[in-house]
């Protein structure tokens, strides 16, 4: 899994440690829905640098991937969702938070 240090795209979280995550989920690049609908390389590059909270949270909330890949595939979709906005606030409230900027507005 890739990784970096730099601001969550999600929550806002500055410099903090982050990992890829695919909008499209590996599990369903091979799936003929999503090959149809998107290349190879946008499939692998569509994603968000998310930290740990952020991620583990949006897979704890959608089990499913392929639900998630097909109706969640874009930073705005996601947070439209009141599951995820209600994380994000969680997120906010946890020790050591802080940010540089405001991604949630």
């Known amino acids: 899994m890739q990784s970096s240090v730099g601001v969550c795209e999600l929550c806002g979280r500055?410099?903090?440690?982050?990992?890829?995550?695919?909008?499209i989920c590996r599990t369903v690049h091979?799936?003929?829905?999503f090959r149809k609908r998107f290349s190879k390389e946008?499939?692998?590059k569509r994603g968000l640098w998310l930290c740990?909270?952020?991620?583990?949270?949006?897979?704890?909330?959608?089990?499913?991937e392929k639900i998630l890949s097909?109706?969640?595939?874009?930073?705005?979709?996601?947070?439209?969702n009141?599951?995820?906005k209600e994380?994000?606030?969680w997120v906010r409230k946890q020790k050591g938070y802080s940010t540089s900027k405001n991604l949630l507005d």
């Open 52 to 64: 740990q909270l952020c991620h583990r949270g949006i897979h704890e909330i959608f089990t499913d």
């Open 14 to 23: 500055g410099d903090i440690k982050r990992n890829f995550h695919h909008l």
């Open 42 to 44: 946008e499939m692998q």
């Open 87 to 89: 994380h994000l606030l």
């Open 82 to 84: 009141g599951k995820i």
């Open 70 to 80: 097909k109706e969640y595939n874009t930073r705005e979709l996601l947070l439209e």
């Open 30 to 33: 091979r799936n003929k829905y």
